[in-house]
């Protein structure tokens, strides 16, 4: 009887503490999700940004180091926030199918297409690209370390990677 006891104890004990775990779990996808939007949200920030010749959240948001990548060669962050503040007239943009990928607690790689009619420099931008940016939390806040655009050209498929 006595072990019966016992493994009546161990098994409510482990289901309490499985109960538990779940519960922590949900908050911590929670919280997860609330990030996930929050970075989300601040890249579309910035793309309104872009839309508005407004260095403001560019200024605010982009690392000091931050690197940009895109089919016209790399950019620093001074370079990056003149070009697409004076540079580039935006008339519309959509951006559709973001998805945040946790590379470590305080590093987050966010992808998602975006479809954009713009001109820079009296050109007009690729209609469809891929893009992703890399966030970094330091000091409590978020910022953008990276940026890069790759072009889809017409009539080829948003999705996959081709070997």
Not at 101 to 106: E, H, M, Q, V
Not at 143 to 154: D, K, L, Y
Request: glycine share 6%; net charge neutral.
């Amino acid at each position: 009887m006595k072990k019966m006891v016992t493994y009546l104890s161990i098994l409510l004990i482990t289901g309490t503490l499985a109960v538990a775990r779940d519960k922590d779990k949900d908050k911590d996808t929670n919280k997860a999700s609330a990030t996930d939007q929050k970075l989300i949200d601040l890249e579309k920030s910035m793309w309104e940004a872009w839309k508005n010749k407004d260095s403001k959240p560019f200024d605010a948001n982009l690392a000091p180091n931050f690197t940009g990548v895109d089919v016209g060669g790399m950019s620093d962050k001074a370079s990056s926030i003149s070009y697409i503040t004076t540079k580039c007239d935006v008339k519309d943009y959509a951006l559709s199918d973001s998805k945040v990928t946790w590379l470590n607690k305080d590093t987050a790689l966010l992808t998602y297409k975006a479809a954009q009619h713009a001109t820079c420099n009296g050109k007009a931008s690729p209609e469809n690209i891929l893009a992703s940016s890399v966030f970094v939390k330091q000091n409590g806040k978020w910022w953008e370390s990276f940026h890069s655009e790759v072009p889809v050209e017409a009539g080829q498929a948003m999705g996959g990677m081709q070997h």
